[in-house]
């Protein structure tokens, strides 16, 4: 396993924000931690970026511990940070050449690291922009440069905290297609946090709904629309007046609705349950 | 290969400092106001001592200038912590060691940069100090030991202060510093408590060593002495100080540092532009 989660606990004074998370991923998985604002998405991602110390419960990232993890251990993670102002008066390619460099000390032959910065400016689509200082970029541009930084030693495992907030839809799929391939080509696992349930299913192979701290239900798209199973929603008139009806099996529902009304029945609409409603009615079970 | 990283770095925010033009104007204007100032001092005489007042001050201002390394790399550093960039060096392999050697670098590159640009065309205003009778040796010394003595100072001080406003706090006792140094007015004319704290503080050493590089006697210091061995002593004993107490400090600041926490501060500044 490339991330190991157990029993993860933390607390700030009297307030408990992880209630006993556990998790796994191994070599080229995408995860995505779905949850509303507050739930501990970002206080579990940076335990696990070794950023943070946790309460109690074992922790590994590449076999190693976050709170004693090395340079080594580093060089073999990437983080991508959400910029805001820094590193103002750098020039794109500059600051990537730079930061690069510093894991040029960490490369072995099966690794090279770190990325050319020529191909890493290509692979997120930032080679016009490469002369030009980043605080005249765009905020999509900025993005794909913070997701850059965040590759450009080649990691095992990548962290993306929230990695799409921010962006328009364009830069939003250029984006999603990015993380596939990484995960694809590179074998990189990768952990996100999102409060989207649609990038968290376009994007990972699993999904940890995590709420107040709890993971309270994980598994693939499919599996969680099954896991909870929502209610369809059935709508028709009759002699012009409009009828609403909220089914588990809304098939068999209809059939009956014909059966009975026969041709009066008019303007049918059925909406299955979405994932969207899962997830919904999942968070306000919790809360 | 630590080193040689942050020494990049150094080299690339140094040459940044001098191509971006709000950062030039103020490697410029202080000197230029300086220079202005000796132009207006320079046929004025120093009491009754021989000295003209500017052949005082010039040293003393150079002096001052690279003790106030302290105060810019402070800023810095609160200012890189507020926006991501400490957060970024804490990311990478080594970053925060780069980021440290290059701070450095680049402050200590860009203070002897601003000293030049002082000192050249000042020695061509000011009657009094002459190139060739300058001791260049104590120059480099006094320059040299005095960064070693404040920057490390300006880095404790950096992390101390979590947001620029609190940071700005610094700027008035800083400018008490200066009063009581010895730069504009000799120390010895002052109360002896304030003569006793101005000869703590780096500003006065700094100043001393300088005018005893550029200055042919010191019939106007304390003791009428250079008192090079009590400046080595003194600037020596801040050094190894911010030397010992810096490392200590910014890794403890740095362990603080997480996405959420920059977020918070980001959101907090928007809200106040708001």
Sequence with gaps: MVLTVDGLRMRY?????????????????????LGPNGAGKSTTIEILEGFRL???GRVEVLGVDPAAGDERWRSRLGIVL???????NWRVRELLHHLGSYYAPYATSAEPRPWPTDELLDAVGLTAHAGQKIRTLSGGQRRRLDVAIGIVGRPNVLFLDEPTAGFDPEARSEFHDLVRRLAAEQDTTILLTTHDLDEASKLAHRILVLTAGRIIAAGTTAQLTKLIAGEDEVRWTIDGRPFRKSTEDSTAFVRGLFATYGEAVAELEVRRASLEDTYLALVREQS | MRIRVGWQRGLIELRQSFTNPAELLSHFLWPILMLVALFFLRNRDFGSTGFQLGALALPSILGMNAAMGMVSISQLLTADRADGTLLRAKAIPNGLVGYVVGKVVSVGGGLIADLAILLIPALFLV????????????LGWVLLLGLVATLPIGAVLGSVFTTARSQGLIQLPMLGLIAISGIF???????SWLEWIGQVTPIYWMGLGMRSALLPSPAVEVDGSWRHLETAAVLG?????????APVVLRRMARRESGSKVAERREQALRRVA
């Design chain 1, 13 to 33: 004074g009297d307030t408990e924000v992880l209630h006993d998370v556990s998790f796994d991923a191994g070599p080229g998985e995408v995860v995505a931690l």
């Design chain 2, 127 to 138: 009657d009094g100090i002459s190139l060739g009778s300058a001791h260049w040796l104590t």
């Design chain 2, 237 to 245: 004993v801040w050094a190894v100080a911010g030397l010992l107490l």
């Design chain 1, 82 to 88: 959400q910029s805001w102002r820094d590193h103002g």
């Design chain 1, 54 to 56: 946790r309460s109690a």
């Design chain 2, 185 to 191: 007015y000799p120390i010895t004319a002052l109360p």
